[in-house]
């Protein structure tokens, strides 16, 4: 069965460093998500991606963050300066579209910043 | 506002006995979704209901919907022990297409 990958699992990172998280989302999906969940919360939504660009995103999703698609199945995600608050799992998620809502989501990368 | 808040936040049962949790949320939606997350791993899709279906079922899940009350409510039959986990509502709004997640019930199911 096809699922959603995501590397690496762990990334420890020190504060101010930038990070790239990637994730190769199920083939014949068109829209790809990326949501963290900070330990012991919500799982908040951060971004979407449909048609090569963002349609729609988070008031957490600011500046510090990027998205790309840079080829046919990779589908990163950037942070450019981090911050201990962004140490968190970060789950990528992918959907075919359409009249489908359910979204498959990847194992996970856990960022550690300190 | 926040949306979809479950109760309760934990949950432990016998093996063989039901597990109901409840969702509440607050603005209009498209679809509810109810997610599964073992420890330290990602969700995994368990069952979607629209907006305009009362209960839903798949296989031992049971999902019912009440959109006047603004809940939800996912009933897990014969639970078994590989059913511990955490369980989640996401409700979709609009057009828009991305989960809106609530906290989650802890369920363990002690064998």
């Known amino acids: 069965e096809p699922e959603v990958t995501q590397t690496p699992s762990h990334q420890v990172t020190q504060m101010g460093q930038e990070v790239i998280l990637r994730c190769v989302p199920i083939s014949n999906h068109l829209y790809f998500y990326w949501y963290r969940q900070i330990l012991g919360q919500k799982v908040e939504f951060l971004v979407s991606?449909?048609?090569?660009?963002?349609?729609?995103k988070s008031e957490i999703f600011d500046d510090q963050f990027s998205v790309e698609r840079p080829d046919g199945s990779n589908f990163t995600l950037k942070i450019r300066s981090t911050k201990l608050e962004d140490s968190a799992m970060y789950f990528c998620a992918s959907n075919w579209g359409g009249r489908s809502y359910e979204q498959y989501f990847g194992p996970g990368t856990r960022l550690t910043v300190t | 506002s926040q949306q979809g808040e479950e109760d309760p936040q934990a949950l432990s049962i016998q093996e063989g006995e039901n597990a109901t949790m409840n969702c509440s949320y607050k603005t209009s939606i498209n679809n509810l979704q109810w997610y599964r997350q073992n420890s330290g791993r990602g969700l995994v899709h368990l069952i979607l209901i629209r907006s305009n279906e009362r209960e839903k079922h798949s296989g031992r899940l049971r999902v019912t919907l009440d959109t006047s009350k603004k809940s939800s409510s996912l009933l897990i039959t014969a639970s078994r022990a590989a059913d511990t986990a955490s369980y989640f509502c996401a409700t979709v709004r609009g057009s828009a297409r991305q989960l809106t997640f609530g906290s989650g019930t802890q369920l363990t199911v002690l064998p």
């Open positions: 991606f449909y048609n090569n660009e963002i349609s729609e």
